[in-house]
């Protein structure tokens, strides 16, 4: 069947009940808890406050721009060494995987003539096989950037209280209730998905030479290896 018939495939198909579910259940939750703390109810008030900010910055937009930084970088970095300029290597601006980069470069040769071509090869390649250094990356540059502005101090604080007043193991429920109904889908998926539609983008371009894109190339390698 053609893959795009079913193409619940791109999209999924997010357990809604579940969904649905979760909320009801922190809703309902969150009502006794503040019911229990009486007269310390506004300590849930401040908790929630700092949550629910943070989790209205944790968007696509940010993440996708994130991610699109590094691959720019990682592009970058292959357009230094493939230039094969050693004063360009000194000079160019580079990226932290620089090294990575040019290790990758310099014990993987290929027989592209034209450097562009190699280029889009050999970053579409490091990207496939890095996702996870590239990802462990893609999370410290996402914290700083929306978590910066966090108040931890005040999350910790009314934490504490209020676990001293229901106990730990409650408040961890309520946590865990609220990150199954809030964060449907972990930010760090999306950066994963970026990376490898970024790369499926340099696999397209097509050599001159031999008028085959590079993914048409990268198949034909590995089934004359076969």
Request: net charge negative.
């Amino acid at each position: 069947m053609n893959i795009f018939r079913n193409r619940d495939r791109f999209f999924g198909k997010p357990n809604f009940i579940s969904i649905h579910g979760n909320m009801d259940e922190f809703w309902r939750l969150g009502g006794e808890i503040k019911s229990e703390l009486g007269d310390k109810g506004y300590y849930l008030d401040k908790y929630l406050n700092v949550i629910f900010e943070t989790l209205a910055d944790l968007d696509l937009a940010t993440a996708s721009s994130v991610a699109d930084d590094i691959c720019w970088g990682i592009l970058a970095d292959c357009y230094i060494v493939c230039g094969d300029d050693e004063d360009l290597i000194k000079k160019k601006e580079k990226s932290i995987f620089f090294e990575m980069v040019k290790n990758y470069i310099d014990s993987h040769p290929v027989n592209f003539k034209e450097d562009h071509t190699k280029v889009e090869f050999y970053a579409g390649k490091i990207l496939i096989q890095n996702l996870e250094l590239l990802c462990e990356e893609f999370k410290k540059r996402y914290i700083t950037r929306v978590f910066k502005d966090i108040d931890y101090p005040i999350a910790s604080e009314y934490f504490e209280k209020i676990s001293s007043i229901i106990g730990e193991a409650k408040m961890e429920q309520f946590n865990d209730i609220l990150v199954e109904a809030f964060i449907s889908s972990p930010i760090g998926l999306s950066a994963v998905e970026h990376f490898i539609s970024y790369a499926l983008g340099t696999f397209l371009y097509r050599e001159p030479e031999r008028s085959k894109m590079l993914y048409q190339l990268m198949i034909d390698e590995v089934g004359n290896s076969l």
